[in-house]
């Protein structure tokens, strides 16, 4: 479990990216979503979180491990893998396997052990025929699924993916999601950094930062039924809610405003609405 408690932080001699009083709990399983406007604070908190960064206050846990305690941060990386939005920052290796096996060699892992966690995150993002292919030409979406594949390789508790999907086309995310929800059944966490709903619409809690503070820290549906409290933090509402908001009418029954895709949507109206 990762405990965050009453974390403040300001890089040295700045103003921007301070976090005030941050308070969270993460928990094996879980996917979560961090959004918020540019600048709330949210690439900080995740380097918070891998012990790239140290808090000036409070303190921050994984698993019971101290990240201001040097001697513990090897353990802290063993268990967070943090994915960047730049998959070319990533690239170790000549070929996707070199790179793969890079962290797992790293880790002083047997040539038979490396081997097998190659091989199972090769499977996992379906790049099994891209083995001996050269990283850098690969296409944005492949790089990608590579850089999670990479962390993949390590078998860390919780993944932390800041921007991922930034420059990705539909199917390359759609792919993306899919492999995050297959790690999130194995019982993974699962902290994500989006300005996107349609992006988070998989997460169990959507964390919302403003101003380096926590706004709020709520389920997704719950979320999702305050739109106003969305565009207060900068980020735009679902467009189910938007055609929701649009919909009502005094003296008409209300729509469940927690409701996340337009199936929904129509489901509802026709019970409840149109007595379908």
């Known amino acids: ?67 201001a305690n040097i001697k513990e941060r090897l353990a802290i990386r063993q268990r967070v893998g943090l994915m960047v939005s730049n998959p070319d920052d990533a690239i170790v ?22 081997k097998m966690r190659v091989d199972t995150a090769l499977k996992m993002v379906s790049m099994e025929d891209k083995r001996g292919y050269p990283p850098h030409l690969l296409s944005g979406g492949q790089k990608q699924l590579l850089s999670l594949a990479a962390i993949m390789a390590l078998e860390p508790d919780y993944f932390i993916l800041d921007e991922p999907f930034a420059m990705l086309d539909e199917q390359s995310k759609k792919k993306l ?34 101003d380096g503070r926590i706004l709020a820290d709520q389920a997704l549906r719950r979320m999702v039924g305050q739109p106003e409290l969305l565009r207060l933090a900068g980020v735009q509402p679902l467009e189910v809610s938007r055609i929701i908001e649009i919909l009502e009418h005094p003296g008409l029954p209300s729509i469940d405003p927690e409701l996340i895709d337009a199936e929904e949507l129509v489901t509802h109206l026709c019970r409840y609405r149109f007595h379908v």
């Not at 999601?177 to 709903?197: C, D, E, F, N, Y």
């Open 1 to 67: 479990m990762i405990c965050v408690q009453n974390v403040f932080f300001r890089y040295s001699g700045g103003s921007d990216d301070i976090l005030h009083d941050i308070n969270l709990t993460i928990r094996p399983g879980e996917f979560i979503a961090i959004m918020g406007p540019n600048g709330s604070g949210k690439s900080t908190v995740v380097k918070l979180l891998n012990g790239l960064l140290q808090p000036e206050s409070g303190k921050i846990e994984i698993d019971g491990y101290n990240t």
């Open 93 to 114: 290796g000549s070929t996707v396997a070199e790179d793969l096996a890079f962290g797992p060699e790293n880790l002083g892992l047997k040539p038979q052990q490396i």
């Open 177 to 210: 999601l899919q492999v995050l929800k297959q790690l999130q059944q194995q019982g993974r966490a699962i902290v994500l950094v989006t300005h996107s709903m349609e992006e988070a619409i998989w997460a169990d809690r959507i964390l919302l930062l403003a």
